[in-house]
């Protein structure tokens, strides 16, 4: 089909967020415009969109989910109601993966499980930053009955924060499952990036796998580079979703391996379809959801791919760091919405 329009503006907003943004650019698109659009699994994306319609806000979105519980046509459904969005702020796209571990635990401290895993405490601040990671680790929150669990590694520890889920495997061989519950308010920094401004890693070196590998030979200085990102997540137990199912994310619902995103909700709306085009080793073009969201998921080109659960899952989502654009699928009426009236009028 060929493009009948494509409108573009450029202008200053404030976000839904604390923060004002500077500048964004916003081109309206056509599903000719994606990369293999017309081959991907469409129907794969509507029962992921279905998990969570239901909680958009919002009556233009709450029509075409009941439309999306009846449809068995899911490509033509996202044609017919849906606008491609390209949200642009300056900086380049970015995809990277998360997934959902599965580590040893116990719910109760002995030798060996040293590492508590923290429920939210009743007088965290809120939009303030609070003890920092090392000052929680050495002691700010102990005997307060706050433990959910210990681990036996502190860097399952960190990297199960950075994830903000998973599942403890315990000794009697039963699962528990965590899900996020809140942070320190202090902003998260790579330890990645630490070890490649120390010299130690060149940025193509550096995994999870290889960050894992330096601690455990370094335990003293491990332990020092952990407390740089002076961030901390807390957790909650998760008993109402069954193992077999994905993790909960920042919607409070089930998450899908490789159709679920976690966005910068300040750019994409929770629970919109957003088309990713990312040009990695391992090309990818697919309709995902916007189910999720993270601390160190800032932009409106930028992405963190849900890979799965699992060892084999974490190895992928390790390995992902690629560069791309993502297109926003919005309400047609909300998308032109978007572009000021007067670029508009002189379009048309």
Known sequence: MKAWFRIVAVCCAVLSGPEVMAQQRITLLEFDDLTDWSVDDHGAALDTFRVTCGDLDGAD?????????????????????????????????????????????????????????????????????????REIEEGALSDRGLEL????????????????????????????????????????????????SRGIYEPHQVSADVIRSWVGRNPDEGRELLWTNRSYVFFREVSEVPPDRG??????????????????????????????????????????????????IKGAQRADIFVGTGRQAGREAGRMMDPGRMIVLMPIQRAFAMIPDTIRVASN
Do not use: K
């Open 149 to 196: 669990a210990w681990l036996s590694d502190p860097v399952d520890l960190f990297f199960l924060q950075v994830q903000g889920s998973g599942r403890i495997r315990l000794p009697d061989g039963s699962l528990m499952r965590v899900g996020y519950g809140g942070f320190n308010g202090h902003n998260y920094s790579s330890i990645g990036r630490e070890l490649v």
């Open 247 to 296: 993790p909960l994310g920042a919607m409070n619902r089930s998450i899908t391996a490789m159709r679920t995103i976690a966005v910068d909700p300040d750019y994409v709306p929770l629970g919109a379809p957003v088309w990713i085009e990312s040009r990695g080793a391992d090309p990818l073009n697919r309709l995902m959801i916007a189910q999720d969201t993270g601390s160190a």
């Open 61 to 133: 979105w709450q029509a075409l989910c009941a439309v999306a519980r009846e449809t068995d046509d899911a490509r033509s459904f996202f044609e017919l109601f849906f606008l491609p969005v390209l949200i642009e702020d300056g900086d380049p796209g970015l995809f990277t993966g998360y997934f959902e571990p599965e580590l040893r635990g116990s719910r109760r401290p002995y030798p060996g499980y040293d590492y508590p895993i923290y429920a939210v405490p009743d007088d965290l601040p809120q939009n303030q930053p609070w003890y920092t990671r």
